[in-house]
């Protein structure tokens, strides 16, 4: 029998047990948020950058090889777009292979 200030045991157990899934479960709602905004993070400083830095480099590369340029001018070395540089190799290619079989 309990005394009138005893507390009761089951009860306190009862709400021991649902403090400890109540502080359980915030600590993942916190680790969940935790990862998602590392992640987030993530994105906007390390990906998107280096993917905005790569689209700069491709369309720099993109315009060396389709126009006419001057690489040393003391040299005399020029650049010309790489689809003038296919037919004229073409071309010498076949040049070459004629004067062959002309021979």
């Not at 680790?31 to 369309?59: G, K, T």
């Not at 126009?67 to 040299?75: E, P």
């Not at 020029?78 to 079989?101: K, Y």
Request: charge should be negative.
């Amino acid at each position: 029998m309990q005394g009138h200030g005893d507390p009761d045991t089951l009860s306190t157990a009862f709400f021991g047990a649902i403090g400890a899934v109540v502080v359980v479960l915030l600590i993942l709602l916190v680790q969940v948020y935790f990862y998602a905004y590392e992640h987030r993070e993530l994105e906007q400083r390390v990906v998107q950058p280096a993917y905005q830095e790569l689209m700069l480099l491709r369309a720099r590369q993109q315009q060396q090889i389709h126009s006419y340029r001057l690489v040393d001018a003391q040299a005399g070395v020029v650049a010309i777009p790489i689809e003038r540089a296919m037919e004229r190799l073409a071309a010498e290619a076949q040049d070459n292979s004629a004067g062959e079989t002309g021979e």
